[in-house]
Nanobody, 123 residues
Framework: QVQLVESGGGLAQPGGSLRLSCAAS????????WAWYRRAPGKQRELVAS????????NYVDSVKGRFTISKDNAQITVYLHMNSLKPEDTAVYYC????????????????WGQGTQVTVSS
């Protein structure tokens, strides 16, 4: 089975930094694109950042531009989210999303989700 394992969440003070990681299980051999989503209590799920595996192009929601950076390691099939200058409104559960993933046992392209990691920004 395919798993995306997230790590790096936790508690940070306003202005602090965290780095989230999301690693695919070994039976995944390619991912077309990665994305990070977040869901705060009582709010809709929000697309935070995305990156294309082939050309490295990125997109960010306006509220995190200049503060967050998405990056990837194609060889390790891993995506990262560096979060700087954190604000209380960044508090949410963050989910990674592998788009167009291929596995060793299927020629089809599928999307997979990480289990979520809690980010809390508070003084």
């Amino acid at each position: 089975q395919v798993q995306l394992v997230e790590s790096g969440g936790g508690l940070a003070q306003p202005g602090g930094s965290l780095r989230l990681s999301c690693a695919a299980s070994r039976n995944v051999f390619s991912v077309n694109a990665w994305a990070w989503y977040r869901r705060a209590p009582g709010k809709q799920r929000e697309l935070v950042a995305s990156i294309n595996s082939a050309d490295g192009s990125t997109n960010y929601v306006d509220s995190v531009k200049g503060r967050f950076t998405i990056s990837k390691d194609n060889a390790q099939i891993t995506v990262y989210l560096h979060m700087n200058s954190l604000k209380p409104e960044d508090t949410a559960v963050y989910y990674c999303n592998a788009v167009g993933a291929r596995t060793h046992y299927s020629g089809a392209y599928s999307d997979y989700w990480g289990q979520g990691t809690q980010v809390t920004v508070s003084s």
